[in-house]
């Protein structure tokens, strides 16, 4: 199908969330709820280092036929020529488990980006996932987000941060080296920027609007690396790129001083979005 208006600043995207869309129509039928983006896209900061992500809500978890022909969109749609196709990303979640952030944490069938497969995962169904889902998703077919989907408290969201944190380098650690992979060197600072402005906010930002954010208001000492990364971003995922020579030493340095900043916030009825400048 073909939108009334841009969904995406890539007409090549739209047009594939359009033939998605149709599939999800044709495979689930009066199972399909509602399609929608979320993640950077639906925050307004997706570009061509984003992945696409989307969840589509269902009235049941999917049947085994469903799941067969899934399995096949799926399994086609990362041997496409293109960009786009090797950067959708996304979950297919019972309505019945949105209505609610007591199911926050449940496995939802998810296809990972650049992957051919659909496995049970937590990952679009985290708190600040659905956050972004609720309060900024953008609908592709069905009901407003906010007519359905639960608020997540804001103490959720600073729990989930504060608790993310402390492990944000072991995490990183199990997918990707810092020390050998540019790319990783970057995230690493980011998600400590998007964590702590979670922890501090109760808001979820893109990764370069906490990028920005936290040039302003962190202390000035990291404006080198926190510049270096953000102005390293269009460089994308590139396998052969190695940080530079202090490069890692100083993410893991910036990491560190994030979780102490942390552990010192008294963010009980925060309302400010500036942390001390330490």
Same mark, same amino acid.
């Given at each position: ?45 997706? $570009? ?32 496409? $020529? ?77 729990? *989930? ?85 202090? *490069? ?22 925060? $309302? ?7």
């Amino acid at each position: 199908m073909t939108w009334a208006e841009a969904i995406t600043p890539y007409p090549d995207l739209d047009q594939l969330l359009g033939e998605l869309l149709g599939h999800w129509q044709r495979i689930l039928r009066d199972d399909l709820v509602g399609a929608y983006l979320q993640g950077s896209f639906a925050l307004g900061g997706g $570009d061509q280092q984003s992945d696409c992500d989307w969840l589509v809500a269902t009235r049941r978890r999917p049947t085994e036929q469903q799941v067969a022909e899934l399995r096949g969109l799926h399994d086609e749609m990362p041997t496409r $020529d293109g960009h786009w196709p090797h950067d959708l990303e996304g979950s297919y979640a019972p309505v019945a488990e949105l209505v609610s952030v007591e199911h926050i944490g449940r496995p939802w069938l998810f296809n990972d980006h650049g992957h051919r497969t659909l496995d049970w995962d937590d990952h679009c169904n985290r708190g600040y996932t659905r956050w972004i889902l609720r309060e900024h998703g953008v609908t592709l077919t069905g009901p407003a987000p906010k007519s359905f989907i639960a608020a997540v408290p804001d103490d959720f969201l600073r729990r *989930e941060a504060a608790a993310a944190l402390p492990t944000l380098l072991d995490d990183l650690a199990t997918w990707v080296d810092i020390d050998a992979l540019a790319w990783g060197q970057r995230y690493a600072v980011v998600a400590a920027c998007r964590t702590y402005y979670t922890l501090l906010t109760a808001e979820v930002a893109t990764k370069l609007a906490a990028l920005e954010w936290a040039l302003r208001t962190l202390h000035p000492r990291w404006r080198p690396l926190l510049g270096q990364v953000r102005d390293q971003r269009s460089l994308g995922w590139d396998p052969g790129q190695r940080p530079r020579p202090g *490069e890692a030493g100083a993410a893991r340095a910036f990491v560190a001083y994030v979780i102490a900043q942390a552990d010192r916030a008294d963010v009980t009825g925060r $309302d400010d979005q500036h942390p001390p400048l330490e």
